[in-house]
Each structure stands twice: as C-alpha cells, then as structure tokens.
C-alpha cells in the first residue's frame, strides 16, 4: 500500500529510478506485486534493477515498454537470479546503454511484434515501419547469462 502512494508515475522530473532487493529475498511473487506498483513516470531516462527475484517482470515493461518509458536512455539488470524471460528494448528510441549481467536463470530474450500492413505495400516495404533494431545503441554489455540460448526477434505481418 505504501508503494501505491508513493505514486512514482506522477513524479514527472525523476529521471533515474534504481531499485534493490536484498539477496535473501525470496518471496518472488512479492517481488513481482512491488515492482508492477513502482511504474515511473514515462519521462524516466534511467532504470537499475539489481537483486529483483520476480519470476516475471511487470506489464509495464513486457507489454509495450515503449509507451510506458518511451525516453529510457540506459537500462542495468544485475543480479535477477530467477527470471527465465527479459522484456524487449529494442525498439526504445533512446536506449543507449543495455547493461545485463548475472542473470543465471536467463533464457530467452524475445520480441513478437504484430505490424498491420496494407495488402497493396510489398511485405518488406512494410517491415521497414516496424522500426530500427536498438536505433541508438551504443553500448550492449552481457555478463554471466549462463542459459541464454535465444535472442529473437519475429514480426508477424498482418495484411489489412
């Protein structure tokens, strides 16, 4: 409840949110319940989240990252022991700088776009709006994601 009040997203001049859970820890679907509570306000350049044991992350930032943080410029995930799954950043206009490391549960990074094209446009034509892969990336850091096996992306293309 005290979370909720602290109504992180109508702080609209927070650029930086670093967030940190001890490493005993183990209450992952409390992990999870904090972190949905903490969503920022979009103007948000900045997140760190180290020690996080949710098993997911929240909605805000799997379902559409881009609108709900749409001017993250930099991105740190250390330590999030359980999380099999990471969220897409690729198609943050902003993101310079993706840091992940000691993410030993890591598996699969995956992006399933939807992008409606008109049934007159040449496919690849219409896969170009889909936007660059990481436009303004300058820095990918990866350490220790030991069971990474895929980092995917497929846009599935539906004609109007």
Not at 8 to 31: H, R, S, V
Request: with cysteine; aromatic share 8%; proline share 6%.
């Amino acid at each position: 409840m005290e979370l909720r009040q602290s109504n992180l997203k109508a702080k609209q001049y927070l650029q930086i949110l670093a967030l940190q859970w001890k490493p005993d820890d183990d209450g992952a679907d409390g992990n999870t319940t904090v972190l949905e509570d903490l969503l920022p306000h979009p103007n948000l350049k900045h997140l760190d989240i180290e020690g996080y044991g949710g098993l997911s992350f929240p909605v805000w930032m799997t379902v559409n990252m881009v609108s709900s943080l749409p001017y993250l410029v930099q991105i740190n995930l250390d330590n999030c022991r359980k999380c099999k799954h990471l969220p897409w950043f690729g198609q943050l206009p902003f993101l310079e700088y993706l840091q992940l490391s000691n993410l030993s549960s890591l598996e699969y990074i995956h992006d399933n776009s939807t992008v409606e094209s008109s049934s007159s446009s040449h496919p690849s034509s219409s896969l170009r709006g889909t936007g660059a892969f990481f436009p303004s990336l300058q820095e990918l850091s990866l350490h220790t994601l030991p069971l990474l096996k895929e980092w995917c992306r497929e846009v599935v293309v539906i004609a109007n």
